[in-house]
């Protein structure tokens, strides 16, 4: 997932974590797609570079936070305890489940492949956006900021092919013979997120995303 900031900030002034929340406009589903192909060969020395600067897919609207404010849970609880500058106790983690589906041309239909739920991050948006201004980085309005892979604690709850997959020591069983360890020309991943909490609904919209074929260099 992501968030776009509404107000940034002054070249040179952090932004306070009692303050974060009146910078964050809405979230969106992200898919910061990976090449896994390229990342092993480039991140060393160089760390992620090529293998995810190539494409990122974005869900069709943005949620705002008011509108997520009824779907607030506790936050992750962290230790040891963080430093002084990214310290606060109010509720800013969110009830979002989270799904990724996968179709193929081998497959009939879209099957599922993993379901986690925001709720799981262990740093929130208000500690990412204070953590990435404390050097005086400045933000401008509509800056996104990605919130990185988000797994849970069971094994289908995995982020990624490549932890679903276990580095792809363990194939992801598709049906009718067919599996994965990591994406193929053709596949079509399609990221979802909802919020319920019985009385109020709503939805993010598909985040799609289509594997072609690479280009001849």
């Not at 799981?120 to 509509?142: D, E, I």
């Not at 094994?155 to 598709?174: F, Q, T």
């Amino acid at each position: 997932m992501a968030f776009f900031i509404g107000p940034g900030n002054t070249l040179g002034q952090p932004i306070p974590i009692e303050k974060a929340h009146e910078h964050i406009f809405g979230m969106v589903l992200m898919n910061d797609w990976s090449a896994r192909d390229i990342q092993k060969w480039e991140y060393q020395p160089l760390g992620p570079f090529l293998g995810k600067s190539f494409a990122t897919t974005i869900s069709p609207w943005i949620v705002t936070m008011d509108a997520l404010a009824p779907f607030l849970v506790d936050n992750v609880p962290q230790s040891p305890s963080v430093l002084p500058y990214l310290q606060h106790t109010d509720r800013f983690s969110y009830d979002i489940r989270l799904r990724v589906d996968l179709q193929g041309t081998d497959l009939l239909g879209q099957k599922p492949v993993s379901v986690s739920n925001f709720k799981y991050l262990y740093w929130t948006m208000k500690q990412q956006l204070a953590h990435h201004t404390s050097n005086g980085c400045n933000l401008r309005p509509g800056d996104l900021l990605g919130s990185g892979t988000i797994s849970g604690p069971a094994k289908s709850e995995r982020g990624s092919l490549l932890e679903l997959s276990w580095g792809s020591k363990e194939p992801i069983d598709l049906g009718n013979g067919v599996t994965r360890t990591f994406l193929r020309d053709g596949d079509t991943v399609t990221l979802n997120g909802v919020c319920d909490n019985g009385s109020i609904r709503l939805g993010f919209g598909p985040c799609t995303g289509k594997v072609l074929p690479a280009l001849e260099i």
